[in-house]
């Protein structure tokens, strides 16, 4: 059972859309286990519990993007002074071109606004066009920093 729901639920298409922390053992190994497929291709780190837990040792909260009862992402969010750094693992193959991502990029903007930050960073890799279209069209911009061990995580800003 989640801890919490953050933040409003989402409708889109009827459904529910729900951003919950994951603090427990439970709630962790839930959204590590869910879909090793859906991160193989992750530029980031390999998808382990191992992996999860150094993001979170190192300052990264995890949240599971659930529909219903299905989990459809993973999501990580840090506060750094007066940012928020965000990135995010791909949509279940079955979720995508629907919307979902939009709306997760509202989620940011508004947990940002909520824990009174001023500046959304993004992390995305360097060949996800669609993530990249994403950014550009809710106004972020790229700042020239990379993130990784092969720099091939581009950054990008909005200000709020």
């Known amino acids: 059972m989640p801890t919490i729901i953050i933040l409003k639920g989402y409708l889109m298409n009827s459904k529910k859309i729900s951003f919950i922390p994951s603090k427990s053992k439970d709630e962790l190994k839930e959204i590590v286990n869910f879909n090793v497929q859906a991160f193989a291709d992750s530029h980031d780190f390999a998808w382990t519990e191992n992996n999860v837990k150094n993001e979170l040792a190192s300052g990264w909260e995890v949240f599971s993007v659930k529909i219903d ?92």
């Open 69 to 160: 009862k299905d989990i459809i992402c993973a999501l990580f969010v840090k506060k750094d002074g007066e940012n928020l750094l965000t990135k995010n693992t791909p949509l279940k193959m079955n979720y995508q071109g629907q919307g979902y991502s939009h709306i997760i990029k509202e989620f940011y903007e508004e947990y940002a606004k909520e824990n009174k930050l001023g500046s959304v960073y993004n992390y995305c890799p360097v060949d996800n066009f669609r993530m990249i279209s994403l950014n550009e069209g809710h106004d972020y911009h790229k700042t020239g920093e990379t993130l990784g061990s092969n720099t091939n995580m581009i950054e990008w800003n909005k200000k709020l």
